[in-house]
């Protein structure tokens, strides 16, 4: 599982959205350090 932050992640959304569909891979998205 990656964690990304909030902005890290709104950032990337295309290409962590596509890791999720091509890779079912995992991610945990945070905020000051919590999960959202």
Same mark, same amino acid.
């Given at each position: 599982?990656?964690?990304?932050?909030?902005?890290?992640?709104?950032?990337?959304?295309?290409?962590?959205?596509?890791?999720?569909?091509?890779? !079912?891979?995992?991610?945990?998205?945070?905020?000051? !350090?919590?999960?959202?």
């Amino acid at each position: 599982m990656k964690i990304l932050n909030v902005h890290e992640a709104k950032t990337r959304l295309s290409s962590v959205l596509a890791e999720i569909a091509e890779k !079912g891979e995992k991610f945990l998205i945070c905020r000051n !350090g919590k999960p959202v």
